[in-house]
């Protein structure tokens, strides 16, 4: 099942549930208000209950009870969290492509970490679909683009074994890890370089973990103009969506709703020869097998 969160001619957000390629369920009206549907975070909260009851709610619609059905292409598509309650966790070198290249492009040894190595983006940062990037010369001239394949955590818990861990998924969702590599690589913390606004575009859906349940079939990829840089199985991650829960949650409590990026397949713009970053004008779009594209244009201010 696909969640998403939407707009109608500007209007609050509404949750809708996916029903179509080309059609999505207003679950906001069709429940009459009610408030486990309020949100995508209301509904992650409401647990096992709210889910089967937004299914039931999808049934009606394929039974022939359009009344609450709308064209994708008459709304607008936000971050399916539009705000996470805390800042976007993420896993980086997590794929031997990019500790690769990403080593050969700084003159460094090549070493596969042992343990996954965690930065985090503020909520600020987080945007949708369609939204731009914006590129501010006063900050950097070396923007750059990293597809992500995300966990949406849907039971919270701390020192979760990764014997579980996959109880406490909600579900998948796409990221892109905007990143300024002039400011990121100018200290040892990341968050400057990967926390300004807009540098975590999130969407356009989240699938329910039963969509992606074999990740060995799910490829990453991200494209630039249309040219695809980046390409890889979500199977090649150095540590799995278990394992990055069960190191994260040591001792970090996680909560329903909370987002884990799992790091970007070799191929950003730095890595390649010679370097090509972002630029206004540029259109990224990422794309995850089972959730469909991301995409984002990329604006100069």
Partial sequence: MKFATFQVAGGPPRLGALVADDA???????????????????LIDGGEKTLTQA?????????????????????????????????????????????????????????????PLFFDKPVTAVTGPDAPILLDPRLTSKLDYEVELTIVIGRGGSWIDPADA???????????????????????????????DTYCPIGPVIATADELDDLSR?????????????????????????????????????????????????????????PQFLRDGDVVECRVTGLGSLVNPVKAI
């Fill in 166 to 196: 996959m109880d406490h998924v909600f579900g998948y969702t796409i990221a892109n890890d905007v990143s300024a590599r002039d400011l990121q690589f100018r200290t040892s913390q990341f968050l400057y370089g990967k926390g300004q």
């Fill in 55 to 115: 299914r039931a709610r999808v049934k009606q619609v394929l039974a022939g009870d359009t009344s609450h059905v709308r064209r994708l292409a008459d709304v607008t598509l936000l971050s399916p969290i539009p705000r996470p309650r805390k800042n976007v966790y993420c896993v980086g070198l997590n794929y031997r492509s990019h500790v690769e290249q990403n080593a050969i492009a700084l003159g460094q040894e090549i070493e596969i970490p042992d343990v």
């Fill in 218 to 274: 799910v490829n990453v990829e991200l494209l630039v103009n249309g040219e695809s840089r980046q390409s890889e199985s979500a199977g090649n991650m150095l540590f799995s969506p278990a394992e990055a829960i069960g190191w994260l949650s040591q001792g970090i409590t996680l909560e329903p709703g909370d987002l884990i990026t799992l790091g970007t397949p070799g191929g950003c713009g730095y890595q390649l020869t010679p």
């Fill in 24 to 42: 999505v369920l207003d679950l906001t009206t069709a429940s009459g208000g009610s408030p486990e549907f309020a949100s995508l975070l209301d």
